[in-house]
Nanobody, 118 residues
Framework: QEQLVESGGGLVQAGDSLRLSCAASARITSNYVMGWFRQAPGKEREFVAS????????YSTNSMRDRFTISRDNAKNTVYLQTSSLKPEDTAVYYC???????????WGKGTLVTVSS
């Protein structure tokens, strides 16, 4: 059974927005820290953002903080990544992940592809 399922990716133009969603199984409770990572073609996977159980947000870079917003709906057991002002360099497979505080990222989704054309 998949514990995390991402959705919302697609092909967009530079400057557009997308909202990515990640639905978590019941095993992943609201105590978990939820995160988004991405992997561009030919590059290593990189951290994008995370959100704690109480809503504390962390972003990888100022650029991501300015353009991306991570949020979670514990009632729906879903985490979101609202992206805006997308750039071609944002093209990547976006992965959702979950972990307990202080631990390594443990659960991973299979990813959703975001392609940004210039």
């Amino acid at each position: 059974q998949e514990q995390l399922v991402e959705s919302g990716g697609g092909l967009v133009q530079a400057g557009d927005s997308l909202r990515l969603s990640c639905a978590a199984s019941a095993r992943i409770t609201s105590n978990y820290v939820m995160g988004w990572f991405r992997q561009a073609p030919g590059k290593e996977r990189e951290f994008v953002a995370s959100i704690s159980s109480i809503g504390t947000k962390t972003y990888s870079t100022n650029s991501m903080r300015d353009r991306f917003t991570i949020s979670r709906d514990n009632a729906k057991n879903t985490v979101y990544l609202q992206t805006s002002s997308l750039k071609p360099e944002d093209t990547a497979v976006y992965y959702c992940a979950a972990k307990l505080p202080g631990n390594m990222w443990y659960y991973w989704g299979k990813g959703t592809l975001v392609t940004v054309s210039s």
